[in-house]
């Protein structure tokens, strides 16, 4: 599907760029070898990684894998296996990219994996404090912090009368994986013996509140909620570790419990343990009596929320958006 997508880009991309007459061009890093375009058309590029930012490199683990980071010879072996089962996966990607960089004329090493990667400038929205430690990164690497600024979003018709003061819980798969009832019900019944406490669930569209079991008397259940508006009033955050999600309730300072899916959720939750900003439960090992004592462990640890309020500082002080968009003007000679 994805190699279908570039095949796509680079057939209809290049005339798009000059019939706008565009100067320059910021790309997604998860397009792998969409760079090749701007640099056949000899048009500046920035790559953003709105995902977790890909380290092909194996000084720190892929971000598909949920694997700790560990400097150890066997972790580094470890690391490079995963960077070259993932890059198997990639091959008819990496064909479609290898005959349009042939078609065009462009010579490529592709055992560079950052060989169409911007030379200018890569940002990620990733703070340098909820990353790994790694001294390796690639110099035009910036970690800037989230993002988003919360404008833009969906109207809501919230029940906000419903809230009751008492220390909300609240739980969200986000929007592209979500309708995992079984989850949601794992998280309704681990969260029934908790009096004092306000559990709030967005489902999503693809799922009915009745299909939910264990529904706990104080739990609120939406399809769509105002998410930074209840991380402002929330005590911890159930999240499948996207990163936008996560970021979201780090900038509340909100400690977490992640239940990753796929994609970079995994290594999201690796990087939630790791900063000591909440805890993780792999969603094949998802049990309500599990989950029950990751949420108890993510109200009580205090390590938790000192940890989440440092990371809200730092995010705070960084002020993502305005960092990348200083950093996208001085590649592009715009300042």
Not at 113 to 142: R, V
Not at 218 to 235: D, G, T
Not at 254 to 281: E, F, S
């Amino acid at each position: 599907m994805v190699a279908r997508g570039l095949e796509s880009f680079f057939k209809n991309l290049p005339q798009t760029l000059l019939e706008a007459r565009v100067d320059a061009l910021v790309l997604d890093q998860v397009d792998y070898g969409l760079g090749l375009v701007p640099m056949n058309l000899g048009i500046p590029y920035v790559h953003v990684s709105n995902a977790l930012h890909l380290d092909y490199s194996g000084n720190t683990p892929l971000c598909t894998f949920d694997w700790p980071h560990e400097t150890t010879r066997e972790a580094l072996a470890r690391n490079q296996a995963g960077v070259l089962g993932f890059m198997q996966v990639l091959e008819p990607v990496r064909s479609v990219a290898d005959a349009y960089a042939a078609q065009v004329g462009l010579n490529i090493d592709w055992t560079d994996p950052l060989a169409t990667i911007s030379e200018l400038a890569w940002l990620t929205q990733t703070p340098k404090e909820f990353d790994f430690e790694n001294p390796h990164w690639p110099s035009q690497l910036h970690h800037t912090g989230p993002f988003h600024d919360g404008l833009g979003r969906i109207e809501s018709d919230f029940p906000w009368d419903r809230l009751t003061g008492e220390p909300l819980v609240y739980a969200s798969m986000g929007t592209l994986q979500n309708g995992l009832e079984e989850v949601f019900s794992a998280i309704a019944h681990a969260f029934k013996p908790r009096p004092g406490t306000q559990m709030m669930l967005s489902i999503g569209d693809r799922l009915d509140a009745k299909q939910i079991s264990s529904l706990p008397a104080n739990c609120i259940v939406v399809n769509r909620a105002p998410q930074i508006e209840l991380l402002k009033r929330s005590a911890l955050c159930i999240t499948h570790a996207g990163l936008n999600t996560v970021l979201e309730s780090l900038t509340q300072g909100v400690p977490l419990v992640a239940i990753p899916v796929t994609n970079d959720q995994p290594g999201v939750a690796a990087r939630i343990a790791y900063t000591k900003t909440g805890a993780y439960l792999p969603i094949q090992e998802t049990t309500a009596s599990r989950l029950s004592a990751l949420i108890e462990e993510g109200l009580s640890n205090p390590e938790y929320r000192q940890n989440a309020n440092n990371m809200k500082q730092a995010i705070a002080e960084t002020n993502g958006i305005e960092k990348a968009v200083d950093l996208l003007e001085l590649a592009f000679n715009l300042s």
